[in-house]
């Protein structure tokens, strides 16, 4: 006797249902070890400076090295891997950032603790863009907003409680130990991911060329810019946040770990309020009150002696950090309806860079100021991102219609 599924009010069955559930939700894992792989050396890095004998100034390149590789390939790296089959290529890349963060934890020298960092960058630009769409593809129309905001909320998630919990082990026990933790967590992904994620279609493939020529538009140029500024002010102080408030408050250990989950928790608040701030205010208005808190907060930073100031400080600087990236794809999507995967995907490199520029230019300065000045300088970059965003707002333009030259 054959045996048939009852259908839902969307035309999917109820297995179905709670299939895509599962899915979705192993594919999330592997966003919360990229989110939680992207920020948890910040908290690490006396731990690693010490422990390779190399100044942390140096040390803060492990964080460009693999923001640089994610915001310069995955744009390419999409482009040639678009005819390959996504369950093979997403296994390939989570088996990339777990061999990755192994190489990682095992690197003898800052070098080769660099080239570790490449590979892993390499895997995560390669798993985070097709994760996404592959749950949209897995949940259907029906729950396509759900599931791709699980896949954001794994990086989010991967900031709220996988950095702190990164962290403490590298305080407890050692930064080699905070790596292997995140490999970990990228290994049960990579199982999931194979245990249950069935074959996928192939996505409409957008050619190289056609990605790169809505550059030749000076507005989304500028929309990028100002999110790539954004990134760089507010990562050149995360970058080194151990070290700022370790001149400031006087904090490392527990404390330290309670701090960055504070900036954990105010970016999830600020991630996913910005979307409903958007939706009441509006773009420019949710971007210009973000931005210019985040101005506000990396200034004070520097002033801060007081604890519970700190923690303050620490919430808002992660609502305002995280609150940008939504209501600026709103602007591009908006401004280019007809290629929304692109400029998202422009959007998403435009931080990434500006996170690699943040890091690698806070690395610099520290050499010649110090933490608590790095401050002021990360807040001079958000004064201009904010400068830029004024530009943009005074100066709309008409949107290019679908087919037409840039």
Request: hydrophobic share 55%; with cysteine.
């Amino acid at each position: 006797m054959s045996t048939q599924q009852t259908a839902s009010p969307t035309g999917r069955t109820s297995i179905a249902d709670s299939a895509w559930v599962r899915q979705v939700t192993i594919l999330a894992v592997g966003s919360f070890a990229m989110g939680t792989d992207s920020f948890v050396l910040a908290g690490i890095l006396p731990q690693i400076s010490r422990g390779l004998g190399q100044p942390i100034s140096a040390t803060g390149q492990v964080i460009t090295v693999f923001s640089l590789t994610y915001g310069v390939t995955a744009p390419f790296l999409a482009a040639l891997t678009s005819k390959l089959p996504r369950k093979p290529l997403m296994a390939f890349a989570l088996a990339v950032f777990v061999a990755a963060n192994l190489a990682s934890a095992v690197a003898p020298t800052l070098t080769l603790l660099l080239v570790a960092r490449v590979a892993a960058g390499l895997g995560a630009a390669l798993y985070t863009p097709n994760a996404s769409a592959a749950a949209a593809t897995l949940a259907g129309p029906a729950h396509r907003g759900r599931a791709l905001a699980a896949i954001l909320g794994g990086l989010t998630v991967g900031t709220v409680l996988g950095v702190p919990v990164g962290t403490w082990i590298g305080q407890s026990l050692s930064w080699q130990a905070s790596l292997i933790f995140v490999a970990c967590v990228g290994a049960v992904a990579l199982a999931g991911l194979l245990a249950v994620l069935p074959a996928l279609p192939l996505p409409p493939a957008v050619p190289l060329r056609a990605r790169f020529a809505v550059l030749a538009h000076t507005r989304v140029v500028a929309i990028v810019a100002f999110m790539l500024l954004e990134s760089a002010a507010a990562i050149m102080v995360y970058t080194y946040i151990a070290d700022v408030l370790g001149h400031t408050v006087h904090t490392d250990g527990t404390t330290l770990t309670l701090l960055l989950l504070a900036w954990g928790l105010g970016g999830a608040v600020g991630a996913f309020g910005s979307g409903r701030l958007t939706d009441r205010w509006g773009a420019d208005r949710t971007l210009s009150v973000a931005i210019g808190l985040l101005a506000v907060t990396l200034a004070a930073f520097a002033v801060s002696s007081s604890l519970p100031l700190a923690f303050a400080l620490m919430a808002l600087n992660g609502a305002a950090g995280w609150a940008v990236s939504t209501p600026n794809n709103h602007r591009l999507t908006e401004f280019v309806p007809h290629l929304p995967s692109v400029v998202i995907s422009l959007n998403s490199s435009g931080i990434y860079l500006g996170q690699a520029i943040g890091a690698g230019l806070g690395g610099v300065l520290l050499g010649v100021i110090s933490a608590t000045q790095l401050c002021y300088a990360g807040a001079g970059i958000a004064v201009l991102a904010g400068a830029l965003h004024l530009l943009i707002v005074r100066k709309p333009a008409t949107p290019p219609a679908p087919g037409a030259p840039m």
